[in-house]
């Protein structure tokens, strides 16, 4: 990216490669979060990457309430 550039050559001579570091660090946490994530998802019956087919009546739903009325 900044091949050319003596300023970040300077940078990167005094304080490291943090963009290459941070990179590496990004993907080796992705990797990692996908091992243990492995396991869970074929407990759902789910490949990883693939979309879960919608589930009718499942999750949070919210019902309208007439001004003033308390829910029971």
Known sequence: MFQDSPIYDRL???RGD???QTRREAE???RELEYV???F???LGHAPGAER???QGAGWQRSA???GSLPH
Request: proline share 19%.
């Open 12 to 14: 990167v001579a005094e």
């Open 18 to 20: 943090i963009p290459a």
């Open 28 to 30: 080796r946490v992705s």
């Open 37 to 39: 994530m492995r396991p």
């Open 41 to 43: 998802q074929s407990s």
């Open 53 to 55: 087919p919608a589930q």
């Open 65 to 67: 309430l007439l001004p």
